[in-house]
């Protein structure tokens, strides 16, 4: 089956990310709009993870749980999981490295952690936009080791990307690389290209998905086997399409 | 001195002026915007090659006056716009960082 997938997407949780945009509001318009499968991919963190399982489950969606990591060079990296536990692991785990820099709510964000009806659950008192003290090399093999999909974010963007921050795309554990637009080589050097909406509105939710042809019912929550690594499966071995326009999208 | 006196003491191309022309005190020259929220001091300039409206978002949450460009950076509309929001100065360079430092830490300290 050909699947519309989009790994890339922030909730409220992200302070640079539209208050509105829950993660009950991302799963509904990602089903409006077509999507089968979507990931919450929130800066450094995973707390929005167990809502949105809880409104992908209600909107029969597949979803993944990942994070937005920002290395101590400022580049950001989606590492996705299959679990919300091991998405919120991997988030524990970042929370003592994140740069301590001053957080003001009011010049920076909220960050508001909510359930699945958007009920306010906590709001986190740490900046979560900030870098982590660990660099890009170390980032990418922590997440892979621990079973992530390792996505390098918008490589190609002139900011907080490896192509702005390092020049080019190091060697790593990547399973795909998520671009703007079509990549010069040597910024995908050889690795599967994704495209993804990095959402932070609820007007960006699926403006960049991109194809993927999987097994049939991979999708179904009775599937054998781990979505994950039937979604990592066909990454590698070049089953992905991505999509630079949402023009394209009704594409053959 | 001033911004409008900096940008003519150091040659500077300047590229958002609706800005307030207020007093520089230092400077700071990074291009880590996390290093910049954490280190950067108010009322200074921002020497950087990071030309997009990040590194304004980040002078204002700082209260930095300018951002100097180095490397003549293209600089993108929305920062622009964005400075123009914040009132914040986009000045352009075709030196490094290395050079525009020299030249606005010297220019810091004369009488």
């Known amino acids: 089956m050909r699947a519309l997938a989009d790994l890339h997407n922030h909730s409220c949780l992200s302070p640079c990310a539209s208050l509105e945009e829950s993660p009950s509001l991302i799963a509904r318009l990602a089903r409006e709009r077509g999507l089968d499968l979507v990931a919450l991919t929130d800066h450094n963190s995973a707390l929005n993870c167990p809502a949105f399982a809880e409104a992908c489950r209600r909107e029969g969606i597949a979803p993944l749980f990942g994070i937005e990591a920002s290395s101590i060079e400022e580049v950001h990296v989606v590492c996705l999981f299959g679990s919300v536990d091991e998405a919120l692991d991997f988030g524990e785990s970042l929370r003592g490295r994140l740069l301590d820099l001053p957080y003001d709510p009011e010049k920076l964000g909220d960050q508001v952690v909510v359930d699945a009806d958007e009920g306010v659950l906590d709001l986190v008192g740490y900046y979560l936009g900030a870098a982590l003290s660990i660099g890009f090399d170390e980032l990418c093999a922590e997440a892979a080791d621990r079973g992530a999909i390792v996505v390098p974010a918008h490589v190609d963007r002139p900011m907080f990307s490896v192509s702005s921050q390092l020049g080019f795309l190091p060697p790593g554990p990547y399973d795909a690389v998520e671009a703007m637009r079509p990549l010069p080589p040597e910024l995908s050097r050889g690795f599967p290209v994704v495209s993804g909406s990095d959402s932070h509105y609820p007007e960006h939710v699926a403006r960049r998905p991109f194809a993927v042809e999987l097994p049939e019912g991979a999708l179904d929550p009775s599937a054998a086997g781990s979505l994950l690594e039937t979604l990592r499966e066909a990454l590698r071995s070049g089953r992905a399409r991505p999509f630079w326009d949402s023009a394209a999208r009704s594409g053959p | ?111």
């Open chain 2, 1 to 111: 001195m001033r911004i409008s006196e900096l940008a003519s003491a150091l040659g500077l191309e300047t590229i958002q002026d609706g800005y307030e022309d207020r007093e520089i005190s230092t400077g700071y020259s990074s291009d880590l915007l996390s290093d910049v929220m954490a280190n950067a001091k108010a009322d200074g300039v921002l020497v950087t090659v990071q030309a997009h409206k990040n590194a304004v978002a980040v002078a204002s949450l700082v209260g930095l006056a300018a951002i100097i460009v180095c490397n003549s950076r293209p600089i993108p509309d929305d920062m622009i716009e964005a400075a123009r929001a914040e009132r914040v100065a986009v000045l352009l360079s075709p030196e490094s960082a290395f050079e525009v430092s020299g030249r606005l830490w010297t220019a810091l300290r004369r009488p």
